[in-house]
């Protein structure tokens, strides 16, 4: 069992940066990926990053390319995501979720653990 608990939400001005974290616990981490979502009201969750644990290899949509950075620290098992120059489109709830696929998933269905998420909001 893995639990995560994510953190570093709030409000922000477009042109703003946020980080998030997310701790886990429970197991060891070394075989999971972790994965950023958001979810918009009246929309599907969609993938924002991903990191391989054990490599540190990331993966981002092409809407956050070159303005989020996903890092982890496998000492304090959490990961992060830097969020630069935010938009008033990236706001959302930002979940961080674990996934055990052998390669790295842009799919909610392949996390079988979720943290319970984190309100973003940019302002214009």
């Known amino acids: 069992q893995v639990q995560l608990v994510e953190s570093g939400g709030g409000l922000v001005q477009a042109g703003g940066s946020l980080r998030l974290s997310c701790a886990a616990s429970?197991?060891?981490?070394?075989?999971?990926?972790l994965g950023w979502f958001r979810q918009a009201p009246g929309k599907e969750r969609e993938f924002v990053a991903a990191?391989?644990?054990?490599?540190?290899?990331?993966y981002y949509a092409d809407s956050v390319k070159g303005r989020f950075t996903i890092s982890r620290d496998k000492a304090k098992n959490t990961g992060y995501l830097q969020m630069n120059n935010l938009k008033p489109q990236d706001t959302a709830v930002y979940y961080c979720?674990?996934?055990?696929?052998?390669?790295?998933?842009?799919?909610?269905?392949?996390?079988?653990?979720w943290g319970q998420g984190t309100q973003v909001t940019v302002s214009s």
């Open positions: 429970g197991r060891t981490f070394n075989n999971y990926s």
């Open positions: 990191v391989k644990w054990n490599t540190g290899d990331t």
């Open positions: 979720g674990a996934s055990r696929t052998t390669v790295v998933s842009t799919t909610p269905f392949h996390y079988a653990y």
